[in-house]
């Protein structure tokens, strides 16, 4: 397939290898033989990226990409974390009541933990706790 200027991709690219004997001129020609059929400012662009500006280019984006998906990571865990450490004080803060019997100074049952109350915890930690206990005095269970 000819270019405008009258030379396939394949012609362009033993030109270019016959003039630079440099294993990264070698690998930017083909990259750019390989790119001509479909760029078409191909032929008006008189400049061939070099290889180690290619793979340089590679390693920015590598990198930048690593960073992004660290931070997602470690803003999940971070989050993670908080849910994790308001259960934990909402189930303990349950199990203190439950364990000496304050419910029934009041005359309402123990709370029971069940997969709800856990999510009420984690999303609410203490607050949370509170929120089963006061329901729990008004009859409603979770």
Request: glycine share 6%.
């Amino acid at each position: 397939m000819p270019t405008r200027r009258g030379r396939s991709p394949q012609e362009r690219l033993t030109s270019i290898l016959q003039s630079q004997n440099s294993v990264e001129w070698k690998i930017s020609a083909w990259f750019t033989a390989g790119m001509a059929a479909t760029c078409p400012l191909q032929p008006e662009c008189p400049y061939i990226l070099p290889a180690h500006l290619l793979i340089m280019l590679e390693l920015i984006l590598a990198i930048l990409l690593a960073v992004v998906v660290a931070a997602v990571i470690y803003y999940l865990l971070r989050k993670v974390v908080v849910l994790l450490i308001n259960a934990l004080v909402g189930l303990i803060t349950l199990f203190l009541l439950n364990q000496l019997h304050v419910m029934s100074w009041f005359g309402a049952s123990d709370i029971t933990i069940s997969p709800a109350t856990v999510i009420v915890c984690a999303f609410g930690g203490l607050p949370g706790a509170i929120i089963l206990v006061l329901l729990a005095l008004a009859g409603i269970t979770i």
